[in-house]
Nanobody
Framework: VQLVESGGGLVQNGGSLRLSCAASGLRFDDYAIGWFRQVPGKEHEGRERVSCIDVKSGATFYKDNLAGRFTTSSDNAKNTVYLQMNSLKPEDTAVYYC????????????WGQGTQVTVSS
């Protein structure tokens, strides 16, 4: 399984970005994609999961305080999952990764390379 993120960049406080995660090498259509983020310099804190989507059922999960600003969706015909981020804040600045799971309840099995999101104040 290979995952390629895109869509990161520099945005002003209050702006929006849409990240994409294109998956290839999939053998089954029943899986989940999670979005994680890691703040540079805080690698010891690990990666924080911000959302997850079960692409077959469409069920979504969000970190508590992000629901309403972040929305994840999937285009199964394109094997692509999106993370729409609105009302971005400087504290959202991080490297964002997508990860393949068998299910949102399981730990990730494969990771993308990450895409930088920087929100200026």
């Amino acid at each position: 399984v290979q995952l390629v993120e895109s869509g990161g960049g520099l945005v002003q406080n209050g702006g929006s970005l849409r990240l994409s995660c294109a998956a290839s090498g999939l053998r089954f259509d029943d899986y989940a994609i999670g979005w994680f983020r890691q703040v540079p310099g805080k690698e010891h804190e690990g990666r924080e999961r911000v959302s997850c989507i079960d692409v077959k059922s469409g069920a979504t999960f969000y970190k508590d305080n992000l629901a309403g600003r972040f929305t994840t969706s999937s285009d199964n015909a394109k094997n692509t999952v999106y993370l729409q981020m609105n009302s971005l804040k400087p504290e959202d600045t991080a490297v964002y990764y997508c990860a393949w799971h068998m299910s949102c309840e399981y730990t990730p099995g494969y990771w993308g390379q990450g895409t930088q999101v920087t929100v200026s104040s």
